[in-house]
């Protein structure tokens, strides 16, 4: 089974939240990425903290708000870079996600990939097992 698919089948159990980190520059991302979160039956909870937040705000966001997860997206020099972490983990992924040479990828591709990174974050929680 594909660690989206597994994702799938627990999320319909469950129903988690998921905080989704948004800045002007990536609401647009932001938004494709809680639709395909939802489509896996997860709760997107969109927030703009207006300031950069580091990796241990990021997780003391996730737990005020009762979530598994985080996602957040930004631009780089690049491409995007996504990071997610795994509150019931702790485990934190960054990656960089690059498109073809002068091309850049599309809301749709990072948010499937952002979706797709936290499914594999998620991987070794047992809340998501």
Same mark, same amino acid.
């Given at each position: 089974?594909?660690?989206?698919?597994?994702?799938?089948?627990? =999320?319909?159990?469950?129903?988690?939240?998921?905080?989704?980190?948004?800045?002007?520059?990536?609401?647009?991302?932001?938004?494709?990425? =809680?639709?395909?979160?939802?489509?896996?039956?997860?709760?997107?909870?969109?927030?703009?903290?207006?300031?950069?937040?580091?990796?241990?705000?990021?997780?003391?966001? =996730?737990?005020?708000?009762?979530?598994?997860?985080?996602?957040?997206?930004?631009?780089?020099?690049?491409?995007?870079?996504?990071?997610?972490?795994?509150?019931?983990?702790?485990?934190?992924?960054?990656?960089?996600?690059?498109?073809?040479?002068?091309?850049?990828?599309?809301?749709?591709?990072?948010?499937?990939?952002?979706?797709?990174?936290?499914?594999?974050?998620?991987? =070794?929680?047992?809340?998501?097992?």
């Amino acid at each position: 089974m594909s660690a989206v698919a597994l994702l799938a089948v627990v =999320a319909v159990a469950a129903s988690p939240p998921v905080v989704l980190v948004t800045r002007p520059e990536t609401a647009a991302i932001t938004n494709r990425i =809680a639709a395909e979160l939802r489509t896996l039956d997860f709760e997107p909870i969109t927030e703009s903290p207006g300031r950069e937040l580091d990796r241990e705000a990021l997780e003391d966001l =996730a737990q005020a708000k009762g979530a598994v997860a985080i996602i957040m997206a930004r631009w780089s020099r690049r491409g995007v870079e996504i990071l997610v972490t795994d509150r019931v983990t702790g485990k934190t992924v960054v990656r960089e996600e690059v498109g073809g040479t002068g091309t850049r990828l599309s809301d749709v591709e990072v948010a499937v990939r952002a979706v797709e990174l936290s499914s594999c974050c998620g991987r =070794a929680s047992s809340r998501w097992q």
